[in-house]
């Protein structure tokens, strides 16, 4: 038991649910407690030590339906049908088998036969049980990836297994009793008995691999999901992955939030906070050499983000967007804009609505700007430049969300230039790969020596890495 | 004293609580193991009333400590109590006085109050706060720690030594061990996510809306006076809004709110117009009533027509009892 619970709780490991050893320990003791009969119960005290979050339920459900689901049971079922068919064909197992013990005993001399032999003989499928997973486990099926593996694995399972030896063993044993004068009715029993016999732990075999393969995959399988989400281009995201997506972004921003909180340093200057200056003073008798004051440091950038909303970027603005809001409490103060040639403030729009429907409505344009035009930079940043440049001071840190496809347009780069000279920096995120910029009509590298930092931001482990550098 | 899973679920409903299984195994645990417990799950799924019920069925004070942003160790641990330790020095000043007298010189007289000076920093002068008690008391309590996401990460880090060896430590007396160790529950909404640290030493549970059966159940204890058909809608109603993309989501005080909203209109079954006038017991937010609005009126509509095809000998009956009723 033990053996299979650390088994367990490698599983899980594997499927990217952290359970640390003392969380193992914590579940050993709690089986201590309960009695093992109800396997509601025994999930859901193996659940309430290793499994400490929500979302990691599921996976955790799943899992341990899988691995518990029994293989005993499948190795008895295996056999009983086994019984069945030799009960068809006129040959009684259990009398068969307890008329050979008999005659085993007054055997003379050795009897050379193998565990495994042994073991198939008494019926003992729990000792079985035991060798198949060894067995196993000497022949690497923890390491199966993929179905046409399947056969390979069963084979070095059944070679570890020594099923051969344990068919030569059986056929020797049948010879001695041939020797022995047992009749030709009883040998040709023996020998179908030997044929089922290796035939049911082959199928034995064969299934535990296939479930060993399942195991595996759905770790394979989940972690693959996670890795796709955050490194899938924006550019080929599905409605429904977008959907997943955003559950995704909001848990980086969560993350981020938790950085933010702890960094947070306490103020020079402020408001008097009594209770910790007294407390910090018990040693000098309460008289307050050092003084504590309540006002917590604020260190929050202030940022205007101009984002491209034409249909090519528009997934990696959606997402920008949603992460921005909801890091809102990181900022002093976000100004929105989006363009495609014309420019618009949406900052409104995102003060009065809840995070998706707001995200959507900036990219729907806000009813400010026309979304159906094909994208002009220059034009924009022009817009930008005569009406809205006092939006940014030297504290402000502006972020474009851009491919800078112009359409040949003029790129106006100065607009950039002075806008760079006002704030503390330019950030410019291009989902287009570094290769392509300068290419055709794209005119990025007009505006790159007025940017501070010019990332490609493609997927979203570029996005948070990119917010990270920003926010912190 | 809880004897096994099922004496924790039997228990508990004597308190008018009915958990599933998951719940009591993770109480049952908690109690053997003498781990505390980190309840997560949506609001108003009853994480505080757990642990209320729990202290009742095991018959031990429950000590609260409510966590907010700013929360630190003077208002939930200890603190000392200046003016009281100012009073004494004066009120003492004599005696103070006598103790150094006939001291040889100023170090002698130094040593002398030095020896005495556990006097003021002894536990007579320290205002036990929620931890403080739950530790210190000499029967077993139970301490609930709720919504502790709300607090502050330092505040986290601080309850760690709290929850692991049930001990605190103040740096003027030393470290005071639990006489008797307290069954600890700490409830969290998901506002964030707590550290791993706080989470290796709990065991956890997350409680999530109930099932169909279990709501009808918990209706049926929670409100007696319901009629069982009515108690099944509502719940098979509440399912229906839950499943919508809702800015906050009902949850089980919300169904007995609406459940005793209900009752004393003296609804007995749900109609388009009972339903629309009181959703605003089950909704918080404009948007959301809204919405729920058109998707249950559809489904109301589709449910009585359904009625009326099956047994329209039987609507006459069914009218006139609610003419006697209005």
């Known amino acids: 038991m033990q053996k299979k619970i650390i088994e367990f709780t490698n599983l899980l490991r594997k499927s990217g649910i952290r359970v640390s050893v003392a969380e193992g320990i914590d579940a050993f003791n709690a089986l201590d407690e309960l009695s093992l009969d109800d396997r509601e119960v025994f999930q859901d005290a193996l659940r309430a030590a290793m499994v400490k979050r929500g979302d990691e339920i599921p996976t955790f459900d799943e899992l341990f339906g899988l691995f518990w689901s029994g293989f005993y049971d499948n190795l008895k079922d295996a056999f009983s049908d086994m019984e069945g068919d030799l009960g068809e064909m006129g040959v009684d197992l259990e009398q068969l088998l307890s008329q050979l013990a008999e005659m085993m005993q007054n055997m003379e001399g050795d009897l050379d036969l193998g565990e495994l032999a042994q073991a198939l003989l008494t019926q003992n499928l729990s000792e079985l049980e035991n060798m198949i997973r060894a067995a196993a486990e000497e022949a690497g099926t923890g390491r199966i990836e993929n179905m046409l593996q399947v056969g390979f694995f069963s084979r070095r399972t059944t070679e570890q297994l020594g099923l051969e030896g344990a068919q030569q063993d059986l056929e020797a044993l049948t010879e001695r009793l041939r020797a022995m004068g047992v009749g030709e009715e009883g040998i040709q029993q023996m020998q179908e008995l030997i044929r089922k016999l290796m035939e049911t732990v082959r199928r034995t075999v064969r299934n535990f691999t296939e479930r060993e393969l399942q195991q595996q995959n759905h770790n394979y399988m989940e972690k693959f999901r996670r890795e796709m989400l955050t490194e899938k281009s924006f550019y080929h995201l599905t409605e429904d992955e977008i959907q997943r997506m955003r559950e995704v972004v909001a848990r980086l921003a969560q993350r981020i939030k938790n950085i933010l909180s702890i960094r947070k340093k306490r103020l020079k200057r402020g408001k008097l906070d009594l209770h910790q200056t007294l407390r910090r003073n018990m040693a000098r008798g309460g008289i307050p050499f050092e003084v504590v004051y309540k006002t917590r440091r604020k260190d929050r950038p202030k940022l205007v983000i101009m984002c491209d909303v034409s249909s090519s970027v528009a997934n990696v603005s959606r997402f920008m967007l949603q992460f921005m809001y909801s890091l809102q409490e990181a900022f002093t103060k976000i100004r929105c804009y989006v363009f495609v040639a014309e420019l618009g403030e949406v900052t409104d729009v995102f003060n009065d609505k809840e995070v998706n429907s707001a995200v959507e409505k900036a990219l729907d344009g806000g009813d400010v700007i026309n979304v159906y035009t094909r994208s002009n930079f220059g034009f924009a940043f022009h817009e930008f430049w005569k009406n809205h440049l006092s939006a940014i001071d030297k504290k402000t840190t502006v972020i474009i969300l851009g491919d800078a496809r112009n359409n040949y347009n003029d790129a106006k780069a100065w607009c950039v230039r002075d806008i760079q000279n006002k704030a503390k920096n330019v950030v410019w995120l291009n989902p287009e790969s570094p290769s392509a910029w300068g290419f055709g009509d794209s005119v990025m590298d007009k505006y790159m020596p007025y940017c501070d930092i010019v990332e490609e931001c493609r997927n979203l482990r570029q996005l948070s890495k990119v917010v990270d550098q920003i926010v912190l | ?326």
């Not at chain 2, 757990?50 to 009742?56: D, I």
């Not at chain 2, 208002?75 to 004066?90: G, I, N, P, R, V």
């Not at chain 2, 964030?192 to 204890?221: F, G, N, T």
């Open chain 2, 1 to 326: 004293m809880f004897h096994s899973v099922e004496d924790v679920i039997q228990q508990l409903s004597d308190q008018q609580y009915i958990c599933d299984k998951q719940i009591a195994t993770v109480v049952y645990l908690a109690q053997q193991l003498d781990k505390p417990v980190l309840v997560e799950g949506p609001a108003g799924v009853g994480k505080t009333e757990l642990a209320k019920v729990v202290a009742k069925a095991l018959g031990r004070e429950m000590i609260r400590l409510q966590c907010y942003e700013g929360l630190d160790e003077a208002k939930a641990l200890y603190e000392w109590e200046y003016s009281k330790q100012l009073l004494y020095t004066q009120i003492l000043k004599d005696k103070v006085s006598e103790t150094i007298a006939g001291s040889q010189s100023l170090a002698d007289a130094a040593d002398r109050v030095g020896r005495e000076d556990s006097v003021f920093f002894s536990s007579k002068f320290i205002v036990p706060r929620p931890l403080m008690q739950a530790i210190s008391s000499e029967k077993p309590t139970l301490l609930l720690i709720d919504e502790v996401d709300k607090s502050d990460p330092e505040f986290e880090a601080f309850l760690l030594e709290i929850l692991s060896d049930f001990q605190v430590t103040i740096p003027e007396i030393g470290t005071i061990k639990a006489k008797s160790q307290p069954l600890v529950f700490l409830t969290s909404n998901d506002a964030r996510e707590m550290s791993d640290a706080l989470k290796r030493r709990c065991l956890h549970l997350w409680i999530d809306y109930p099932s169909e059966e279990l709501e009808v159940q918990i209706l049926d204890r929670k409100v007696p006076n319901i009629d069982k058909r009515l108690a099944e809608e509502v719940v098979q109603l509440m399912n229906r809004i839950r499943d919508l993309d809702l800015k906050k989501t009902p949850s089980i005080s919300e169904t007995l709110d609406w459940a005793r909203a209900l009752l004393a209109l003296n609804a007995d079954e749900l109609e388009d117009q009972v339903v629309s006038d009181t959703l605003n017991v089950i909704l918080k937010y404009e948007g959301d009533v809204q919405k729920a609005q058109n998707e249950l009126s559809k489904l109301i509509q589709k449910k009585t027509a359904e009625a009326a095809a099956e047994k329209p000998q039987q609507a006459p009956a069914a009218a006139a009892k609610k003419g006697i009723l209005h």
